[in-house]
């Protein structure tokens, strides 16, 4: 529930140019595509959104995927194609299929978590009105991440201990 209940709805008031928890200065510049963190390439912006409220708006799409890719791994329309999808309905869904994004997500997350102290430490020490982000904004995103770092390995294990092959009595393979 973390990216879903936690993510989006933090990210949404910045997809419409809100402010909310961030300095509106520099949040601005970002968000129309210039200033902090563009580097010297600004970008006008893509499909006639501002580039700051695209690039939210894809992070949030992915985090809705990876939400519902979570409950996936911890309900049973996880184990077989639930009826909407055609041609798959009632099928086994393969297990290499939602484990597969769950280790790369889970791998990404932890990867850019091992920055966070020193991003961290260096926010509280230097924080400023020139900061896109207030700390405030920070301090109420990492936890949320935090929780999604933890709780997408461990339903991806979970749903890997489910639905891995066991080795029968007999010797045989292919009990579930």
């Known amino acids: 529930m973390?990216?879903?209940?936690?993510?989006?709805p933090l990210h949404v008031p910045w997809?419409?140019?809100?402010?909310?928890?961030?300095n509106p200065g520099p949040f601005g510049e970002w968000y129309q595509g210039r200033g902090p963190g563009?580097?010297?390439?600004?970008?006008?912006g893509f499909?006639?959104?501002?580039?700051?409220a695209f690039y939210l708006g894809v992070?949030?799409?992915?985090?809705?995927?990876?939400?519902?890719?979570?409950?996936?791994?911890?309900?049973?329309w996880g184990l077989t194609f639930p009826r909407w999808i055609p041609l798959?309905?009632?099928?086994?869904?393969?297990?290499?299929?939602?484990?597969?994004?769950?280790?790369?997500?889970?791998?990404?997350?932890?990867?850019?978590?091992?920055?966070?102290p020193t991003q961290l430490f260096e926010?509280?020490?230097?924080?400023?009105?020139?900061?896109?982000?207030t700390t405030t904004g920070v301090l109420i995103g990492l936890p949320l991440l935090v929780a999604w770092e933890i709780a997408l390995p461990v339903a991806g294990w979970s749903y890997y201990r489910r639905t891995r092959r066991v080795e029968g009595s007999s010797g045989s393979r292919g009990r579930r």
């Not at 563009?38 to 006008?44: L, R, S």
């Not at 499909?47 to 700051?52: I, S």
């Not at 400023?128 to 982000?133: M, R, T």
């Open 2 to 8: 973390a990216p879903v209940l936690g993510f989006i």
């Open 15 to 22: 997809i419409l140019g809100i402010p909310l928890f961030a």
């Open 38 to 44: 563009v580097g010297d390439h600004p970008v006008e």
């Open 47 to 52: 499909l006639g959104m501002p580039a700051g």
């Open 59 to 76: 992070l949030c799409i992915l985090a809705g995927l990876g939400g519902v890719l979570a409950l996936g791994l911890i309900s049973d």
């Open 88 to 116: 798959l309905r009632g099928r086994r869904v393969p297990p290499w299929l939602p484990l597969t994004p769950t280790v790369l997500g889970s791998a990404l997350m932890i990867g850019y978590s091992l920055t966070l």
């Open 123 to 133: 926010q509280l020490d230097t924080a400023g009105p020139q900061d896109i982000f």
